[in-house]
Every structure is written in C-alpha cells, then in structure tokens.
C-alpha cells in the first residue's frame, strides 16, 4: 500500500444507519493525489445524473489529502464536495482547522455520507468505528452552541463539524463550520449536508499514519516551518491576515462596493488589516501544523452589542463591508459572526443582500416586500435580513435561494445587477476591466469563486486592457492553486508569505514514496480540472460556453469611480477570452473537453457523457 | 548611494529579471515610489513595501544600503 495516506473510504448510509470500510484504489493516489482529486473522482463514480441536489442521492464527500498533518506548515486543509444545491453542477469547498488530521488519523482518505436519516443525527466517528446521537433536540442550534455542546459531551480530543440554522431551514448557499470559525462556505455543502439530517460530525482518530521515510519527511518539514517565518511576506501580513490587501484592493478599484456599482470605497482605511488588529482581534489562531496562524480571533461590535468570531478575512470584509457600504471594521465583524452562528456562506450572504440593497434604493422592491428598508451602509437592516435567510422568513426565503433565484422571482432587470456566475454569488474583486480576473471567474469550475485562479496583481502589472497571455495565466493558475487542495495544504506559505510553490514537490517522494516532477503533478490537476468540467457537463442540461457567462453589469456599464471609471469590456471581448482559454485548453468551441483531451489525461471513461 | 531591492510573492514571476535581488544605484535620496519606478514597475503595484524589514510607505526616503522588500497583494487562500 502506498504510504501517507489513512488507508480507506469511509462509506456511512444514513437511511440504513450502516457504515463499510474499503481501500483507497492505488491507482487513485497516482492519478488523483487525494483531497480535490479524490472529491472529484468519487463524486464521479458516486453521483449519478438526474440526482436532486437535495435528494437522499447525493453524497457528501470528505477528504484529506497525503500532505495533511505531516510536519510540513500549513497541512490542515480538508476538501468537500457535493452536487451543489446553488448551481446544480460540482460543488466543493474547503476548510482549514484540525478535523482533516484527525479523520486520517481515524485512518479515512475518503467520507461519504449518503443516504438521509428519517431524524437528525450526529455522526460520531472514532477510527472508523461509527455511532449516531439524536440531534433532534439541538437541530435548529446555531452553530457555536452546538459545537460547544458537542465538545462537552465529547471532550476536546473531538474535532467536530456543524451547520447551523441556514443549512436546516434550506439555504442553498449554507456552509459547514468546524473549530468556531472555519468554514466550508462555497456551493452549499452545508444545505447538502443538512438534507441528510446531519447536524453533526464528530471525529477523532489515534492511528499512526505510516510514511515512506518519516526521517526526511521531518526534516523536510522543518526546513519550510523555518523558511516560512523567514519570509518577509511573513512577518508583514501575519499580524494582520487577509485583511492586509484592503487598501491595494480599494486604490486598484477591485473592492466590491455597493453591491458591484464600483470598486472604490471612502473609508477603506477603517477596514484594513492595522484597524482590525487594534479594534477587533484578541488573539492568533491556527491550523493544524501551521507557522503563520493567520485566523484573528476576536470580537465584532454593533450598536453595543458585542459577538465573538473568527476574522473576519478579506472576502468576508469585501461582501460584508465595502459591498454593504459598511465601513466600520467592528460592525463588519459583527456581521461575519451572524453569519457564522447561522451557517451562512460570509461570500454569498453579503452579494445577496446587498442585491436586495440596491433593489431597494432604486425602487424594485418596497419596505413591505422586504420587512424593512434595506438601505446601504445599514448593518442593523442587514443582520435581521441574515436572520430572516437563515430561518426562511418573508422575502430572506426568497434570498436564501441565491441571487440568481431571487432576481429571476423580482425579474424587472433586477437580473442585471445578479453579481454571480454559474448561479455563485461572486466573492471579493471586481472585475469588469480586469481580463484575466474575470476570466478566473467565468471558467471556475464552481461558479464565481476566486480560489481557483487570483489574477488581478497579474492584470495590473501586465496591463488590464491587454489581453495576451491573461488565458494562459489563468489556467496556470487553476493548475496550480487547486492542486494544494488535492495535496490537503493551504496555499498560504506560497501565495502570502512568498515561498517557491515547486518547493511543495519535495515532500512527496518522503511521504508517499511516489515521484512526481512539478509537471507531473500539473498535470494531475489538469486532470482534476478536466474532470469537475465534464461532471458539471453530466448534471446540467446544456451545459458549455453560456455558463461562463458574466453578470450583464460587468459588460454593460463601467464602474462609477476609481482608476478605471467608466471602463468595461465587451460581450464580444469576453468571447474572445473565452475563445483563447477553449483553444488552450483543448475544448471545443462551446467549452467542452474533446475526447482525445479526455484521453489524454485518461479520463477517457468521461467521454461518452459530453455534453448533448 | 546604493538601495537593494527584493521582489516576494506573485511579482517575482511578472518581473522574471527581477527575481534575485536587485541593487539600485542613485545619485541623490529618492523616495520608495521613485525607486520602484526605477526597477520598471507602477509604485501601486506592490500591496506593501517594507524597508529593512519595517512598513513603510511610498514617500519614504530610503538611507544609502537600505534594502526594500516590495511585497504582492495576498492572494486569496
């Protein structure tokens, strides 16, 4: 068997309250590495077209990956997956903390959770022994109280996973929280989760995970620990964390404001990373095996009330306060802890209801429509519209459908201003004249997410009304960064404090004993991306080029201040970014993989499933 | 008077000829800002700039054998 990894598939039916144990293929780990490559190879073989997103034939997958836990900074990374309940193609998502070391310790590479209790049910996992607890009683708990609740029954050697109120009353875009604070926003996993009545996951593992050469392994890990807190990047953003790029991101014009009007915000300063740190943060917190903890904890305070959280991070600042036209660091704390407490995606709760803002400032929709006057820069008006998603009242029903849904239900060209992509809210740039940024977006294999490719510093630097080498970028990008999902390690020690991503190639021969070059392992996540596209292609109807479609906002008007004002591509500029990246790519025209690229990356048995 | 400059994160690969540090030879003290111009970037592109390992911002006049470290904005974990 091939070392670094827990050894095996947790199967876990929650209809017939029964779980299997089978190995992990070997040919996975070669092809697939783990984490993201495993999500979507199962979810391959696992969901089936036709399945409803809430059905019981969905599944939710779990998965570390080989780097996870083993020395090496910043391994905490778990990734999910599931077909996503907001776009109807792949979902995934993923969080950092400490539950993704213990489930491998618990000897797992791979959960699936299928099927749907008739009760809601926390699932207790103890190496891979598996136990149910009623959760009738605390179904409705928001998700601080319960995994406080669970840790004291449990005791702290738990880690532990929960949705909150969101997820259970439907919210399409309901994440799943671990470690109070960390989150698993994007794509509705939590939803997914909650359909099954799971309310709760609880694990802890005590097995050793056996590595090809352990002795190298450490070493290995004890060079980057000490290269990292090295860096210069290091010691500059760690005491701030993401917040940190707020005032780059407000003097390029690529801070969401007002819900995508511009991308410029007077007051930046009150939400940058100095302000929060005096104001907001309390303490460092980290990940599993990480050198730069860069989660903040600390409180959040409106009109004197006070909410402990974690963060906020920059996406949550963006959508919960410059998108909001909030500027107050404090009260955009507050808001990120609302949102936390009800199992809110931070990303989408913010794009949705400052959609309703705008609608409601420019008369589509009235005071009585909404319960109240949704008015930017109100934070009170926006917490009670969080509440009134999570527990499905009046128009927050209607939102907690995603921007898509709710501006399809208002139509009066309220879809104009529908910030998504796919049917996901789009996270925190603005993008309309940065070619390679909203390229990132449109091609995400999740809908409007940053994470698979950040390219604004690259349209910046290269020129944003430029558009060579922006597709190729790009997809170096979605090559690159994804592939730390798949590894089970946080992208961070690269991207914010400056390491040699390459560097990462090092530590797989000593845990696994598997050699990949750099290339090689490219291209397993071409692999990868190749096939999340052709699940996407399998589960909705149609699928291809027009769901790399921008919202029309970011074709039709530029924005209303900032160094590019007034500025914006073309519907035929965008087809011609789309047309660059098809050509790169090996798709065809209508942005499908042709089946020799499917060969290619043997994913050959996708081929038949192209899109009809 | 002589500054060094050193690139971290995405902006070594955008400026490759800038990937090991560069040392910027001046006549008279230049401000941050006009020495990164000097290296052939716009002054807004770096998210921060740290001088002998300290924040500093664009209208600091750097010291002769100081070094600069021109930080990428975050990348979004």
Redesign the interface.
């Known amino acids: 068997m091939i070392p670094g990894y827990g050894g095996n598939i947790l199967r876990i039916d929650l209809t017939g309250k029964k779980a299997s144990a089978s190995p992990v293929p070997e040919q996975w780990k070669r092809e697939y590495l783990g984490g993201r490559g495993f999500i979507a190879r199962a979810f391959w073989d696992e969901i089936k077209p036709g399945t409803d997103p809430l059905g019981p034939e969905n599944k939710v997958l779990m998965a570390p990956g080989p780097y996870t836990g083993q020395f090496l900074s910043s391994s905490g990374k778990l990734h999910m997956g599931a077909l996503s309940p907001a776009t109807g193609g792949y979902g995934d998502s993923n969080m950092g903390g400490h539950f993704s070391l213990e489930l491998k310790q618990a000897g797992i590479d791979l959960l699936i959770l299928e099927g749907a209790a008739e009760t809601p049910v926390t699932v207790v996992i103890e190496d891979g022994k598996v136990t149910y607890r009623d959760a009738s009683a605390y179904w409705n708990e928001t998700t601080f109280e319960t995994e406080t609740r669970l840790k004291q029954e449990l005791g702290e050697a738990w880690q532990i996973m929960v949705i909150g109120p969101a997820a259970a009353n439907g919210v399409v875009f309901a994440c799943i929280q671990h470690d109070f604070g960390r989150q698993a926003g994007r794509t509705g996993v939590g939803t997914v989760m909650a359909s099954k009545k799971v309310k709760a996951v609880a694990v802890k593992g005590t097995k050793d995970v056996k590595l090809h050469d352990a002795r190298r392994t450490l070493a290995a890990g004890e060079k980057m620990m000490d290269q990292v807190m090295k860096q210069p990047g290091f010691t500059a953003w760690q005491p701030y964390g993401t917040p940190e790029v707020v005032p780059w991101a407000s003097s390029q014009g690529v801070m969401p404001t007002r819900n995508f009007q511009t991308g410029v915000i007077e007051g930046f300063q009150n939400l940058d990373g100095p302000t929060m740190k005096a104001k907001v943060t309390e303490i460092d917190k980290g990940c599993t095996s990480c050198a730069i903890p860069c989660g903040k904890w600390g409180k959040g305070v409106l009109n004197g009330k006070e909410k402990p959280q974690e963060g906020p991070e920059y996406e949550s600042i963006a959508l919960l306060g410059s998108n909001l036209g909030i500027t107050d660091i404090q009260a955009v704390a507050y808001l990120n802890g609302v949102c936390d407490e009800l199992g809110l995606d931070s990303i989408s709760a913010g794009n949705v209801v400052a959609w309703s803002m705008e609608c409601y400032e420019k008369g589509f929709l009235s005071e009585e429509e909404l319960g109240r006057p949704m008015r930017f820069g109100d934070a009170e008006a926006a917490v009670a519209m969080f509440h009134d998603i999570a527990y499905g009242r009046g128009f927050g029903r209607i939102l907690g459908q995603g921007v898509r849904a709710a501006a399809t239900h208002v139509g009066l060209g309220t879809e104009r201003f529908a910030m998504h992509v796919k049917g996901l809210e789009i996270s925190g740039y603005e993008a309309r004249y940065a070619p390679a940024m909203m390229l990132s977006y449109l091609t995400c294999d999740i809908g409007g997410n940053h994470s698979r490719s950040w390219a604004v510093t690259f349209d910046v630097a290269t020129g944003r009304e430029n558009f060579d080498g922006k597709a190729e970028r790009v997809i170096w990008l979605q090559h690159v960064r994804p592939l730390f999902d798949a590894l089970g390690c946080c992208r961070f020690p690269w991207v914010e404090a400056g390491l040699d991503p390459e560097s990462y190639v090092g530590f797989i021969e000593p845990i696994t004993g598997m050699s990949f070059t750099w290339d090689e392992l490219l291209k397993v996540s071409e692999r990868v991306w190749n096939l999340t596209r052709m699940i996407s292609c399998r589960h909705i109807p149609g699928f291809g080029r027009a769901f790399d479609n921008p919202p029309p906002r970011w074709v039709e008007e530029g924005q209303e201040t900032g160094p590019t004002a007034g500025k914006h591509f073309t519907r035929e500029q965008v087809d011609d970014l789309l047309n660059r990246y098809y050509k790169l790519r090996g798709w065809t025209e209508d942005g499908i993989p042709t089946p020799g690229k499917l060969e290619e990356l043997g994913l050959g048995f996708c081929a038949e499933a192209a899109c009809k | 008077m002589q500054v060094t400059v050193?690139l971290?994160?995405?902006?070594?690969e955008?400026?490759p000829k800038l990937h090991e540090p560069r040392t910027v030879a001046c006549e008279r003290p230049i401000t941050v800002a006009e020495i990164i111009e000097a290296v052939g970037?716009?002054a807004?592109?770096p998210?921060?700039v740290?001088c002998n390992?300290v924040?500093v911002e664009r209208d600091h006049v750097p010291a002769d054998g100081d070094e600069l470290?021109l930080?990428?904005?975050?990348?979004?974990?």
């Open positions: 050193r971290e994160g995405h902006l070594r955008f400026f970037m716009a807004s592109l998210s921060s740290l390992r924040r470290v930080l990428s904005p975050l990348a979004g974990g």
